[in-house]
Structures are given as structure tokens and as C-alpha cells.
């Protein structure tokens, strides 16, 4: 057997990073570099691989030695602006992408991280002109997309927001979407399933085109009867190529929309005590406040309904038995962002002008089920529930546990399944019980928390059927603060 050469070393380390093995690519890339220390591949990919495992001073460091190797890089300036972005250096990574956009002018990417950049610095304006011109050079760029609905929502110009993020959807979910092989088009649960039928017979119910949604159902149901499920409702199979071919025009698709407009008055409660509320926040280190009756009863009544009717639950992977809708991908409307706007100009001294970066709705399709601990990656984190008091069977439960000890120096958000190990164990260093702060489910309660705490799903005990199952709202603003 001849002897292995260096680029089969690097197409083995390859073969790891592309997989996902990023511990066994770091540990071959190392070994690469032990023999060509300044090899500016290796070192840019392992640099990547570093940003991608939480340590973006270490990644930088792999990015300058890659560069002082190769000085026109572009790949490796355009995560190195990534790099020093996490470090919050922002000015130096504004100059690493002018740097990258001059080596590779024609390449969305650098435009779309310098966009992402002047975005963090409050820029709205010019973070948005430059993922316009990301999308120029790429109208199907979807990260350069949904960041131009963020920055245009973040400077006040919430319609052509709207614009943005119905592209979007178009893009992750109309006739020809730009990644057809996306998982949520080829897998199902059971858990999926059956929910579709519950809102395709609710849908005919309400008179909603009766017809063709009792037809839907009925189809989902064949699907259902036919199909081997594994024991777990919750666990993804693979669609058979004859179910796609059956469903697969409906399937995870947005086919039906209901209106959420704009309010012509504030969509929040008039009659909320902002200044107790306000107060409430400031003395409850670091941030928590909840209270009740957010919204007025027309601006819950109707976010309710867009909620209920909508067919925008298309992620059912994140968490077992819960379904998710998010802001570019469904469930942007013109209240939700009004409803974000209202909390900023309402709140200014727990907002501070802090943009919203991101919603999303849970649906929790086990009535006794709830989310695990976890943080957000944010500055100020809204929890806010929308189902009837009726549906929860625990009245003192089913709300939000909040923990008050602070995480220790240097934590990093990683995933929601990864984090919940590590943060258990740190938690259960205090066993008082006192560092933690629980708040029972209410319709249209909220709750108002400083992103850096950790928190989870209180014990939950919800009826079943369609209309009750119990529904979040999540809505995060700026940037978390380490």
C-alpha cells in the first residue's frame, strides 16, 4: 500500500468536518499541522471548526496564521470578521470584511457579515444597503435576506420587513424552494402528522374551504394508518417516496394564511403600570418581571386565530413532541412585528432601544411535556402564553421557571439539546431552591427576563385537542451580554 500523502490527510479530516465529527477533524487537522505548520488551509479550517465549538479567540489566532501564510484569503478574512464580531470587536471586523469584499468583490458572503456587523452596532440603515447588496450579487441568499427583514424592521420600516420575510418563506417553503432535499420535506413524526389532521379538521370546521381540507385529512390519515411508526411519536422517519409523491404539495408547506394586521391603536394594554412594571425588572437582578393581560383582548383574539389557522408549524425536529414556528419562516405578520415594536417604545428602560432579532412559537403536542432548561442568545427575552386558562389542568403550573444564578464566566450558548446537561449540573450546585423564580401559566401573561438567565417549561398538564394545545410566544431583542 503506498504511503498516505497530505492530501489524503486533508481529505480524511475533510470527509470529518463535512460529517459533522468536528472533535475527530480538529484532532486530524492538528496532526496535519504538526508536520506543515503553516499550512493556511488547515489552519483556516481548524480556525472554523474553533468559532464553530465556542472559542473565537482561539479561532482568530488560526485565522491570522492562515493569512500571514496567504494574505489574499478571502474565506479567511470573512471568518475572521466573524471571529473578532464574537469578540465583540467590531471595528476590526468591519475591516476584515472591506478587506475580504476587496479580494472577492462578486461574493455575497462578506456583504451579508458586514451588514451583520453594523446590525450590532445600531447601524439599521447601512446594514441593510449592504445585505441589498448581498442579494444582488444572490437574490436567493437566504441568511443575507432574513438579516435585511431584521434590519429593515430595526430601523422602522416594518412593511418592507414584511416584504422580506415573505420572501423567505418563499424561499424555504413555495413551489421550487432553494433547498428541496431541506429535512422537514422528506421526514415526519407521528406526532407531525397526526397535529395536521387535527388543524386540516379544525380548519374545515371553522368553514375554511371545508372541502379541501376534509380531503387533506383525510389523505394524512391513509398516510397515518399506513405507515410503520416507531414507538416514540416524537421520533423522525423518513417519508416513503410514494407518500411524498401523495402529500407532498401540502406537506410542511404554507398553505393557508390567515391575516394578523396591524392594530390601528398600540396592540399592548393600555391600562399596564409601566413604571411598576419597569421598577419590578430593575430590582430583580439581573431582570425579571412578569404581569398580566398584555395584550388588548383584540390584539390575543387575533394573534390567537393567525396561531390556530395558520399552517406555518413546520419544525418538528428542534424539540420532541413540540412543534415551532419562526419569524422568517411563517410566522412574521404584521401585528407580531407591531406587537415587538409597542413592547420597545413601551418599555424603553428594560427594551433600550434593543432591536428584535427573533420570534418563534412552541406548540406543545404532549399535554405533559414541557421545555427543558436553556438560555437565549440575547439581551432580553419575552415569554408570553396565548392557549385558554381552560385548557391547563394544573392552574398553579404550567408557566415558566426562571432561574436567578448568574452562569459562570464564559458560558457559550451551544444547542438546546447540548446545554441541558451541563446546565443541570450547574444548577444543582444549589439545592435551596431559592435562585429561582416560578411563574404559573395565564393567557396573555408575560414574562420579561434578562437572556443571560437560564429557564425552562414549569411542570405542564395541558387537555387535549386541538385548541388546547399550549402555545408560547418567544420573542428576543439584541445581543446577548457575556
Request: a negative charge.
Amino acid at each position: 500500500m503506498p504511503p498516505r500523502s497530505l492530501d489524503d490527510d486533508i481529505a480524511a479530516a475533510l470527509n470529518h468536518h463535512r460529517s459533522g465529527r468536528l472533535a475527530d477533524a480538529a484532532a486530524a487537522y492538528r496532526v496535519i499541522l504538526e508536520a506543515y505548520p503553516g499550512h493556511p488551509g488547515v489552519l483556516h479550517n481548524l480556525g472554523v471548526i474553533l468559532a464553530q465549538t465556542g472559542d473565537p479567540a482561539a479561532a482568530l489566532d488560526r485565522f491570522d496564521r492562515a493569512l500571514a501564510a496567504k494574505p489574499d484569503y478571502a474565506e479567511a478574512h470573512m471568518n475572521r470578521a466573524g471571529a473578532l464580531r464574537a469578540l465583540g470587536r467590531f471595528d476590526e471586523a468591519l475591516a476584515s470584511y472591506d478587506r475580504a469584499i476587496t479580494i472577492a468583490p462578486t461574493h455575497p458572503e462578506p456583504h451579508n457579515g458586514k451588514g451583520e456587523t453594523l446590525y450590532r452596532l445600531g447601524r439599521f440603515e447601512a446594514a441593510a444597503g449592504c445585505h441589498e447588496r448581498a442579494l444582488a450579487l444572490n437574490p436567493n441568499h437566504y441568511r443575507a435576506r432574513v438579516n435585511l427583514g431584521l434590519a429593515l424592521n430595526a430601523a422602522g420600516r416594518r412593511r418592507e420587513a414584511l416584504d422580506q420575510f415573505r420572501t423567505t418563506l418563499a424561499l424555504r417553503r413555495g413551489p421550487n424552494p432553494v433547498d428541496p432535499a431541506h429535512y422537514s420535506f422528506h421526514f415526519a413524526s407521528r406526532t407531525k402528522i397526526r397535529h395536521d389532521i387535527e388543524q386540516f379538521r379544525y380548519l374545515a370546521a371553522a368553514g375554511s374551504d371545508p372541502d379541501r381540507f376534509r380531503a387533506l385529512a383525510d389523505a394524512y390519515e391513509a398516510v397515518e394508518r399506513e405507515m410503520d411508526w416507531p414507538a416514540d411519536d416524537a421520533e423522525l422517519v423518513p417519508l416513503p417516496d410514494d407518500v411524498r409523491v401523495h402529500i407532498g404539495q401540502s406537506f410542511n408547506r404554507p398553505i393557508h394564511l390567515v391575516e394578523a394586521p396591524e392594530l390601528p391603536e398600540s396592540s399592548l394594554n393600555p391600562d399596564l403600570d409601566v413604571a411598576a412594571i419597569t421598577r419590578r425588572y430593575a430590582e430583580t437582578a439581573p431582570g425579571v418581571a412578569s404581569f398580566d393581560d398584555l395584550l388588548t383582548p383584540e390584539a390575543l383574539r387575533t394573534l390567537r386565530q393567525f396561531l390556530l389557522e395558520s399552517t406555518i408549524w413546520f419544525d418538528f425536529a428542534h424539540i420532541g413532541g413540540f412543534l415551532a414556528a419562526y419569524l422568517e419562516d411563517g410566522m412574521a405578520c404584521p401585528l407580531l412585528l407591531q406587537i415587538g415594536e409597542d413592547l420597545r417604545r413601551t418599555f424603553p428602560a428594560i427594551f433600550r432601544g434593543q432591536p428584535l432579532n427573533q420570534a418563534w412559537a412552541f406548540k406543545c403536542l404532549h399535554g405533559k411535556r414541557g421545555i427543558d432548561v436553556h438560555a437565549d442568545a440575547a439581551a432580553v427575552s419575552v415569554n408570553f402564553w396565548v392557549t385558554p386558562d381552560e385548557a391547563n389542568l394544573a392552574p398553579d403550573r404550567g408557566g415558566l421557571v426562571v432561574y436567578t444564578r448568574l452562569p459562570p464566566p464564559g458560558w457559550t450558548i451551544k444547542d438546546y439539546g447540548a446545554d441541558v446537561a451541563a446546565i443541570r449540573a450547574y444548577l444543582g450546585q444549589d439545592d435551596s431552591g431559592s435562585a429561582r423564580i416560578t411563574v404559573p401559566y395565564r393567557q396573555n401573561r408575560v414574562v420579561l427576563f434578562d437572556s443571560v438567565l437560564f429557564h425552562e417549561s414549569d411542570q405542564v398538564d395541558f387537555k387535549s385537542g386541538y385548541q388546547n394545545h399550549r402555545i408560547n410566544i418567544t420573542m428576543l431583542f439584541g445581543e446577548r451580554r457575556d
